[in-house]
């Protein structure tokens, strides 16, 4: 099994800055992709990033393009997310994925392995 640990939410002003981190361990071998999703409260859980396994190859929701940056370290099987320029629509649960067959999808179905979740909240 894979296990996945976000921290790094919390609350902070429009304009401001959060940097988001997802730790794996167990079988981290079967790991590929490695991607963010959110979920705000009565929507529907929505994609983020996702990052290759080698860390080359990124992808992005159109409304993060420019703000948000994924990012990884191998070494610590640790995957980050940069949120810059948040926004109160930011404000959501944001969920670390894995998946077990690549492709950067950007579906949560092609996703295998979940963290519990951090709050980020995004005061006007």
């Known amino acids: 099994q894979v296990q996945l640990v976000e921290s790094g939410g919390g609350l902070v002003q429009a304009g401001g800055s959060l940097r988001l981190s997802c730790a794996a361990s167990?079988?981290?071998?079967?790991?590929?992709?490695m991607g963010w999703f959110r979920q705000a409260p009565g929507k529907e859980r929505e994609f983020v990033a996702a990052?290759?396994?080698?860390?080359?190859?990124?992808t992005y929701e159109d409304s993060v393009k420019g703000r948000f940056t994924i990012s990884k370290d191998n070494a610590k099987n640790t995957v980050y997310l940069q949120l810059n320029s948040l926004k109160p629509e930011d404000t959501a649960v944001y969920y670390c994925?894995?998946?077990?067959?690549?492709?950067?999808?950007?579906?949560?179905?092609?996703?295998?392995?979940w963290g519990q979740g951090t709050q980020v909240t995004v005061s006007s």
């Open positions: 994925a894995a998946n077990r067959f690549g492709g950067l999808k950007n579906a949560r179905e092609a996703y295998n392995y």
């Open positions: 167990g079988r981290t071998f079967n790991i590929n992709d």
């Open positions: 990052i290759s396994r080698s860390g080359g190859s990124t």
